[in-house]
């Protein structure tokens, strides 16, 4: 399967923006679907995920209430809403897809990885 992420750029600190991850190639709903986001000289850190069965959780409670993952079959795509951004959500942001219908929170476990979107979010 093939991502592409979208949907980043520079917003001011309160702005929003949402993230796209479309996926091709191969039958969608075999997939689970994570975000990742990194920093720089920081670890890679799960944002949230999304299998064909759920409409998508996020994880952290540094994006909890602000960011929300939805998720549309009939478009292979997987959103990722970010409101009320901070500038400590400056990351590029990754979506990456594993076979199954079990999300995971670890990088290591997923296949397939998108390309990632910079987003960047000024005080």
């Known amino acids: 399967v093939q991502l592409q992420a979208s949907g980043g750029g520079l917003v001011q600190a309160g702005g929003s923006l949402r993230l796209s991850c479309v996926a091709s190639g191969d039958t969608f709903s075999d997939y689970a679907l994570g975000w990742f986001r990194q920093a720089p000289g920081k670890e890679r850190e799960f944002v949230g995920g999304s299998s064909w069965s759920d409409t998508g959780r996020i994880s952290g409670d540094s994006v909890k209430g602000r960011f929300t993952l939805s998720r549309d079959n009939a478009k292979n795509t997987v959103y990722l809403q970010m409101n009320n951004l901070k500038p400590e959500d400056t990351a590029v942001y990754f979506c990456?897809?594993?076979?199954?219908?079990?999300?995971?929170?670890?990088?290591?476990?997923?296949?397939?990885w998108g390309q990632g979107t910079q987003v960047t979010v000024s005080s």
């Open positions: 990456a897809a594993r076979r199954g219908t079990t999300v995971a929170s670890t990088g290591r476990r997923y296949n397939y």
